[in-house]
């Protein structure tokens, strides 16, 4: 079970640090987990899909994974498939905006406990997710995630027309707007309309 926001905080397991560097910033609630991901990284994913080839570490991911394309958990709203049954409740809220997680500080609700406890850390100043590099903390790892890659230089998003690569999927939405020659900012003033947020 991958801790991102839940559960006990007191009981929060990293991978151990290989020349200075986490294998990956992901958190675990118990060692049996950090030991699941830690062979994950070791042997890598040996269990591949026969429908689609995608890879998971272990028989109990692969058989969740394979529910997607029986349709075992299939949303009678919209026709997509789920892992299991408590993926495909979290889902149907999405349809019937029940938000049954509250923020006790701020009365703000929320679809499923992790966002609620995410949320949380506004209130209480918690940034649990510390870079490696530069010591500068988070208060959820994927921005971490997009973080680490001003250290690593990873440019992972790419422009299928032009090839250049950015670190954040919203930095290749905005760029993908000079292809098409759609401009969705108007200015207030003069109702000249711009490719990007104009300045007037």
């Known amino acids: 079970m991958e801790l991102e926001a839940e559960g006990d905080r007191s009981d929060i397991t990293e991978h151990p640090r290989n020349d200075n560097r986490r294998l990956c ?3 675990f609630k118990t060692k049996k987990h950090l030991s699941t991901r830690t062979n994950l990284h070791v042997r890598g994913s040996r269990y591949s899909c026969n429908e689609c080839e995608k890879r998971f570490s272990s028989p109990r991911n692969l058989r969740l994974h394979v529910n997607i394309h029986t349709g075992k958990y299939k949303c ?3 026709g997509k498939c789920c892992e299991s049954s408590p993926e495909l409740t979290v889902h149907r809220r999405s349809h019937s905006g029940e938000k049954p997680f509250e923020c006790t500080d701020c009365g703000k609700r929320f679809a499923q406990s992790s966002n609620l406890e995410v949320h ?3 209130h209480s100043g918690e940034k649990p997710y510390e870079c490696t590099v530069c ?3 988070f208060t959820n790892s994927s921005n971490l995630v997009k973080h680490s890659r001003v250290h690593s230089g990873e440019k992972p998003f790419e422009c299928t027309v032009c090839g250049k690569r950015f670190a954040q999927s919203g930095h290749l939405v905005e760029h993908s ?3 098409s020659g759609e401009k969705p900012f108007e200015c207030t003033v003069c109702g000249k309309r711009f490719q990007q947020s ?3």
């Open 177 to 179: 707007i000079v292809h």
């Open 76 to 78: 009678t709203e919209c």
């Open 25 to 27: 910033h992901k958190r």
């Open 135 to 137: 010591g500068k903390r």
């Open 120 to 122: 949380s850390r506004i």
């Open 198 to 200: 104009p300045d007037c």
